[in-house]
C-alpha cells in the first residue's frame, strides 16, 4: 500500500514511538488533518520527527533532526533545545489532538512549543536559596539516587560544570543535563547550589 504524500504546505512525518497503540493514535489524529507520515526509510527525510520516554535512554541519537516531538515526560523541555536542530515540542504523553496538531505544526515552523502544564509559572520574589532550602517538604527517605546521578552530584559538588561533568563521565552533555533535571526533581530544589546543600544535608554527598 502506498503511503499519501502529505497535503501540500504541511510537514511529513515520521513517528518513532515504543507503542504500536499510541504511534497508530497519533498518526491517525494527524492523517485527519492532511499530515502524513513518511515511510520508515526516509525518517531523515521526514520534517518532523515523533518520539516518547524510550529515547530517554540515548537521547543523543536525536540530535540534529530538523525539528523534534516528544511525548511524555517533562524533562525533554530542558533536553530537546540542544537536540534539535530547529523547531521542537515537549508534549505530555496524553496530549489532547489540538496539542498535537499545535506541536507539530510549530516545531515544523521552526518554534519551541510546551503544553501550558510545562510552562514556569509565575512566582513571587523571593531569594532562590530560600525556596532552595524549602526543598520542597522532601522527606530524606523518598530520596533514591540512581549511581550516575550520584555521580552527577558528586561532581556539582566540585563546582564542575555540566560539560566538564560530561567529559569526566564519558557521556554526552545533554545527558548530563538529564541527570541535572533528574536530581532537581528528586531533591526537590531548583539550583545546582540547592541540590549540593540538600545532598549534602541527606548525607548523599561528602565534602
Known sequence: MTVPPAAPGLPTVQVAVASAVLAAGVQAILAAHGIRGAPDHDRPEADVLIVDDAWLADPDALGGHPALVALGSGVWAT????LSGGGWAALGADATPAELLAGVLGAAAGLA???PALLPSPT???PTDLQDDDAAGVPPGDVSLTPRERDVLALLAEGLSNKR???DLGVSESTVKFHVQALYSKLG???RAGAVARGISLGLVSV
Open 79 to 82: 533536553l530537546l533545545p540542544d
Open 113 to 115: 512549543v510546551l503544553p
Open 189 to 191: 530544589v531548583q539550583s
Open 165 to 167: 561533568a560530561a567529559r
Open 124 to 126: 513571587p520574589e523571593a
